[in-house]
């Protein structure tokens, strides 16, 4: 069974940066197929980076050129590095599983990040 834990949220001034991590356990068949979304109050959850299952990487318009996926297959674990933070960003930020085959998708429980002005 796989599960996925969220860390590295908190609190901070806007301009600020936060570097999330998703430390996978279980037979996830590497870090292809994992991404972050977010959801703010009253909004849908939305797609923040990914890692393709191809391998390839996708981003927010919104936070392109400020949010830098990445991971290491070695130690099953995702980063979301945040920079240049704005008080939008505010949201619970969550990792994600995506498998096509069996297709089956797996979510942690989330990370709060919230951005002051």
């Known amino acids: 069974q796989v599960q996925l834990v969220e860390s590295g949220g908190g609190l901070v001034q806007a301009g600020g940066s936060l570097r999330l991590s998703c430390a996978a356990s279980?037979?996830?068949?590497?870090?292809?197929?994992m991404g972050w979304y977010r959801q703010a109050p009253g909004k849908e959850r939305e797609l923040v980076a990914l890692?393709?299952?191809?391998?390839?990487?996708n981003y927010a318009d919104s936070v392109k050129g400020r949010f830098t996926i990445s991971g290491d297959n070695a130690k099953n674990t995702v980063y979301l590095q945040m920079n240049s933070l704005k008080p939008e960003d505010t949201a619970t930020y969550y990792c994600?599983?995506?498998?096509?085959?069996?297709?089956?998708?797996?979510w942690g429980q989330g990370t709060q990040v919230t951005v002051s002005s």
């Open positions: 994600n599983k995506h498998l096509s085959v069996p297709l089956r998708d797996y």
């Open positions: 279980g037979s996830i068949f590497g870090i292809n197929g």
């Open positions: 890692i393709t299952p191809r391998g390839s990487i």
